[in-house]
């Protein structure tokens, strides 16, 4: 079996170009997760590696499958220059560590929430996961391993968050569209929910 961390590392590059910076982060009982940090021209990308090692584990099984299993990486993007987004790495980091910690399994449509603000002034604590495909194609692998998905993150306020919770992801992301909101700004304010 390769080496999957490698595989993801080489589409990561492959799609987004030469990494600028990388950090890794462990938490104690979990692999080490790297956030990598790609310029293009004024946009930020911040991609996790290593939340694909092993695949994600329905929490109510009582043995995880070492194999089978969704396995994804996270990629959030935002305007360069705006706001200190390099501080998005450790919370961004902590996403890509939930399913090890927490036993989730993170897909499309799911609200992550860091507890915090994404970064210094932030006005986002969470964000809601969309769906995989536009940025960075998935990664086939070796059967039986899934694919990995690569995640776009978009991030949301408090209050967008709340009306997730009520309404669902569908409708924020059509008020998101409807109202022409700019989801790479880092100092946006919420959308309009009435």
């Known amino acids: 079996m390769e080496d999957v961390l490698a595989l993801v590392e080489a589409r990561l590059r492959t799609s987004l170009g030469e990494p600028d910076a990388r950090a890794a982060v462990t ?22 590696l290593g939340m694909s090692a092993q695949p994600m ?51 499309p449509g799911a609200s992550l929430d860091v507890g915090g603000a994404l970064w210094p002034g932030a006005p986002f604590t969470s964000v ?15 059967e039986p391993m899934e694919p990995v998905r690569f995640l776009p993150l978009l991030p949301m306020t408090s209050n967008e968050a709340a009306f997730k919770r009520v309404h669902g992801a569908q409708e924020l992301q059509e008020r998101w569209l409807t109202h022409g909101t700019d989801l790479r700004d880092p100092l946006r304010r919420s959308v309009t929910l009435d």
């Open 27 to 48: 938490f104690l009982g979990t692999d080490r997760i790297e956030v990598l940090r790609f310029v293009d021209g004024d946009i930020v990308r911040y991609a996790t």
């Open 57 to 107: 584990a329905d929490p109510a099984a009582v043995l995880a499958d070492p194999v089978k299993g969704p396995r994804a990486e996270l990629v959030l993007s935002v305007r360069a220059g705006l706001a200190d987004t390099d501080k998005l790495l450790r919370p961004l980091a902590v996403l890509a560590a939930s399913p090890q910690v927490e036993g989730v399994i993170v897909a």
């Open 128 to 142: 809601l996961v969309a769906e995989p495909g536009g940025l960075v194609a998935d990664l086939e692998l070796d």
